[in-house]
T-cell receptor, first 113, second 112 residues
Framework: ETGVTQTPRHLVMGMTNKKSLKCEQH?????MYWYKQSAKKPLELMFV???????ENNSVPSRFSPECPNSSHLFLHLHTLQPEDSALYLC????????????FGQGTRLTVV | GQQLNQSPQSMFIQEGEDVSMNCTSS?????WLWYKQEPGEGPVLLIA?????ELTSNGRLTAQFGITRKDSFLNISASIPSDVGIYFC????????????FGKGTLLTVNP
């Protein structure tokens, strides 16, 4: 248990569906991140939030839309995804963006059919 | 951009054996991290290194920050079945670049 909780753990969605991934941390951290983990590829940083403000969008397609209502919660809204978007989506948090010791959630295994 | 080469890609060892894996970078890093990811879980931080030449242990795990600042090593001594998982290295450059660059991982299988 790292203190970062992601729901759901598994999600299957059609290409026309709209769904949301949720991440919650109770570590008192101010920075939160979304990563994408695909088979045989390094973890890819998608978005960074610091004190609820987005500070990084790593050229992510607009079909992925993040939301950070407060420092403890982070969402990833999904719509009109493609099969190649199937992956493990990991949320992480750290005390601040300059602090590299990120704590990861268990991830959401997403399958787009 | 920065790239990390992590090797080996996979290892199959017998319980009790020692394990070594490493990461090399095309550029200098100021921080090296080693994570372990078990099936169905997210990565868990094992060891963090902040200084060139630093050698840090965490139980049976030992990691070193290379003198050139372009590499790092992780050793696991006397492996046990629960060491199974994917081990990732990650590095961070200097200045305001807070982003971590991850290696592709080393898949470790331990045969009892």
């Amino acid at each position: 248990e790292t203190g970062v909780t992601q729901t759901p753990r598994h999600l299957v969605m059609g290409m026309t569906n709209k769904k949301s991934l949720k991440c919650e941390q109770h570590l008192g951290h101010n920075a939160m991140y979304w990563y994408k983990q695909s088979a045989k590829k390094p973890l890819e940083l998608m978005f960074v939030y610091n004190f609820k403000e987005q500070t990084e969008n790593n050229s992510v397609p607009s079909r992925f839309s993040p939301e950070c209502p407060n420092s403890s919660h982070l969402f990833l809204h999904l719509h009109t995804l493609q099969p190649e978007d199937s992956a493990l989506y990991l949320c992480a948090s750290s005390p601040r963006t300059g602090n590299t010791e990120a704590f990861f959630g268990q991830g959401t295994r997403l399958t787009v059919v | 951009g920065q790239q990390l080469n992590q090797s080996p890609q996979s290892m199959f060892i017998q319980e009790g054996e020692d394990v070594s894996m490493n990461c090399t970078s095309s550029s200098i890093f100021n921080t090296w991290l080693w994570y372990k990811q078990e099936p169905g879980e997210g990565p868990v931080l094992l060891i963090a290194l902040y200084k060139a030449g630093e050698l840090t242990s965490n139980g049976r795990l030992t990691a070193q920050f290379g003198i050139t600042r372009k590499d790092s090593f992780l050793n696991i001594s006397a492996s046990i079945p629960s060491d199974v998982g994917i081990y990732f290295c990650a590095g961070k450059g200097g200045g305001s670049n807070y982003k971590l660059t991850f290696g592709k991982g080393t898949l470790l299988t331990v045969n009892p």
